[in-house]
T-cell receptor
Framework: SAVISQKPSRDICQRGTSLTIQCQVD?????MFWYRQQPGQSLTLIAT?????????ESGFVIDKFPISRPNLTFSTLTVSNMSPEDSSIYLC????????????FGPGTRLTVT | QKEVEQNSGPLSVPEGAIASLNCTYS??????FFWYRQYSGKSPELIMF????GDKEDGRFTAQLNKASQYVSLLIRDSQPSDSATYLC???????????FGKGTLLTVNP
């Protein structure tokens, strides 16, 4: 499995501002993903971060709200733009790595509170 | 639209007992099945995956898959208080690499 780090681990932000979350992996990976986990809920996929091209967003998530960068095979950022209290959540990056069954490993997450 | 269903629990078992966690899925094309453990305030941790019908054992954990019934389960033998967590079932399949998660089952192991 890969070792994944995220920064920041948590933040408290004011509504209307933006926060960029970084995800760093200790090895090159092809597939990288961003998820949201709202309080008491399961994980929802926001987008797949594609290296060298635009991210692929899931239904209900748009690039203007959640711009994603993937400059290389070990790093990605997710920005939460023009935040509202409804964006308060845990944001997780994951990578597909392992034995080829599609298993994903998660970073430690970023806990975001919007006031 | 893929769906993954789990009993939300909480499931409470005494220490040393077998905990049985269940999951059903809607997409017959699903190919790989994953169990994640999530402690409160932590990120999900992959504990098992299975893609062939039958049982797969790893230490105290056994994953069971029945594709005909679209059913996957996780058994935890000799349950310990440290096993207390939310267990998430996830499914992927075919050319679709995306994981679809269930809502998770909260397991409490009582000393």
């Amino acid at each position: 499995s890969a070792v994944i780090s995220q920064k920041p681990s948590r933040d408290i932000c004011q509504r209307g501002t933006s926060l960029t979350i970084q995800c760093q992996v200790d090895s090159q990976v092809t597939m990288m993903f961003w998820y949201r986990q709202q309080p008491g809920q399961s994980l929802t996929l926001i987008a797949t971060a594609n290296q060298g091209s635009e991210a692929t967003y899931e239904s209900g998530f748009v690039i203007d709200k959640f711009p994603i960068s993937r400059p290389n095979l070990t790093f990605s950022t997710l920005t939460v733009s023009n935040m509202s209290p409804e964006d308060s959540s845990i944001y997780l990056c994951s990578v597909e790595a392992g034995q080829g069954a599609g298993e994903q490993y998660f970073g430690p997450g970023t806990r975001l509170t919007v006031t | 639209q893929k769906e993954v269903e789990q009993n939300s629990g909480p499931l409470s078992v005494p220490e040393g007992a077998i905990a049985s966690l269940n999951c059903t899925y809607s997409d017959r094309g699903s190919q790989s099945f994953f169990w994640y453990r999530q402690y409160s305030g932590k990120s999900p941790e992959l504990i098992m995956f299975i893609y062939s019908n039958g049982d797969k054992e790893d230490g105290r954990f056994t994953a069971q898959l029945n594709k005909a019934s679209q059913y996957v389960s996780l058994l935890i033998r000799d349950s310990q208080p440290s096993d207390s967590a939310t267990y998430l079932c996830a499914v992927t399949g075919g050319s679709n690499y995306k994981l679809t998660f269930g809502k998770g089952t909260l397991l409490t192991v009582n000393p």
